[in-house]
């Protein structure tokens, strides 16, 4: 079964600093890998997807992650934090079966941006 | 244009009413899906509708009846629901295929009093 595993329930950083929110994957088959951003009281924002194109992906807002598969992981980045940027953020793999497709979700990690 | 809409915003009901929720969107998109957030958790899925039939069902409770009219409109029904049932309810789209983006509504709070 595939799934994701974010390290990290709550992440802050200051202004300005490096953001890191991690992402690992668990799949036996190459994955399709998601990063969306949910602020307070709504509905939930793509801000990037790995389909095996390129193994650096670039989003919205100037995230970006890069797959690694010898790390299973799918870690989000922003080199520079603004207020703006904190919100919730989830992992998620997507999964499909005989009876459709549907995406798994990490538990989420909450970015906190101070000034 | 990549809007799901969905109505309403907020919705108060008690555990004796029927009510519904409608999701909309015009982007062409063949798969709907009904998840269920509760606060300070990801989504769960409850329901998957694949042109127009439907093809995943969590193991949701009875109470909750889905019904996809068209190919660009969803609803959820709702009746005899339970204080517990009380949650973000979001709508999302897709093209149907596993790389494809599921695009978000804003979601329907509901409070089951």
């Known amino acids: 079964a595939q799934s994701v595993t974010q390290l990290g329930s709550h992440v802050s950083v200051s202004e300005g600093a490096l953001v890191l929110l991690r992402c690992n994957y668990s799949?036996?088959?190459?994955?399709?890998l998601f990063w969306y951003v949910q602020y307070p009281n709504q509905g939930l924002q793509l801000l990037l997807k790995y389909t095996s194109a390129a193994t650096l992906v670039k989003g919205i807002n100037g995230f970006e992650a890069e797959f690694k598969k010898s790390e299973t992981s799918f870690h989000l980045t922003k080199p520079s934090a603004h207020m703006s940027d904190a919100a919730e953020y989830f992992c998620a793999v997507s999964h499909t079966n005989q009876a459709g497709t549907a995406l798994i979700f990490g538990k989420g990690t909450t970015l906190s941006v101070s000034s | 244009d990549t809007e799901v809409t969905q109505t309403p915003k907020h919705l108060v009901m008690g555990m004796t009413n029927k009510k519904s929720l409608k999701c909309e969107q015009h982007?062409?998109?063949?798969?709907m899906y009904w998840y269920k957030q509760k606060a300070k958790k990801p989504p769960e899925l409850m329901f998957v509708y694949s042109y127009e039939k439907l093809s995943i069902n969590e193991s949701v409770p009875s109470r909750f009846s889905p019904e996809c009219p068209n190919s660009s409109l969803l609803n959820l029904h709702l009746h005899a629901l339970q204080p517990e049932d009380s949650a973000l309810y979001l709508c999302a789209s897709s093209q149907d295929g596993e790389r494809d983006t599921q695009y978000f509504g804003p979601g329907t709070r509901l409070t089951v009093l």
């Open positions: 982007m062409g998109h063949r798969a």
């Open positions: 799949s036996s088959v190459p994955p399709y």
